[in-house]
Nanobody, 128 residues
Framework: VQLQASGGGAVQVGDSLRLSCATSGFIFSSYVMGWFRQAPGKEREFVGAIGLKSSGRTQYADAVKGRATIARDDAKNTVYLQMNSLKPEDTAVYYC?????????????????????WGQGTQVTVSS
C-alpha cells in the first residue's frame, strides 16, 4: 500500500498549487480520499475529502472552503487538491489519506481515525 503526495513547494501569497497523491496497493475506487495538513507546532487538521466517483461528493474545512477543490481520477488511482489564493496560514505539511467505504450511507469523515492509509506528506510554504 502506497500513497505518494507531491506538488508542494514554496509559493507567494495569492498563488495556487495543485497537490497530487498517487496511490497503489488497494482498490482506490472504493475509498474515500481525504487531505489533511499539519502546520508547525499544531495538530494535524482536516482539509477536505472526496467520496466515491459515483457520488461526486466533496467536503471542505471552513478554513479552505471556496479556495480548495478536491478531485479524483480513478483511472490513475490519484487524488488531487487544488489550492487557490494561498495564505501564510496554509503553510503546512499536506497529507493524503484513504478511508474504506463500509456502507452505502458512508460519510466524508473529517476524523483521522476513519482513515487507515496515509501518505508521507508534502510541504507547502506560503510567504508574503
Amino acid at each position: 500500500v502506497q500513497l505518494q503526495a507531491s506538488g508542494g513547494g514554496a509559493v507567494q501569497v495569492g498563488d495556487s498549487l495543485r497537490l497530487s497523491c498517487a496511490t497503489s496497493g488497494f482498490i482506490f475506487s472504493s475509498y474515500v480520499m481525504g487531505w489533511f495538513r499539519q502546520a508547525p507546532g499544531k495538530e494535524r487538521e482536516f482539509v477536505g475529502a472526496i467520496g466515491l466517483k459515483s457520488s461526486g461528493r466533496t467536503q471542505y474545512a471552513d478554513a479552505v472552503k471556496g479556495r480548495a477543490t478536491i478531485a479524483r481520477d480513478d483511472a490513475k488511482n490519484t487524488v488531487y487538491l487544488q489550492m487557490n489564493s494561498l495564505k501564510p496560514e496554509d503553510t503546512a505539511v499536506y497529507y493524503c489519506a484513504a478511508a474504506p467505504v463500509r456502507s452505502v450511507f458512508y460519510s466524508l469523515s473529517a476524523k483521522e481515525a476513519e482513515y487507515d492509509r496515509w501518505g508521507q506528506g508534502t510541504q507547502v510554504t506560503v510567504s508574503s
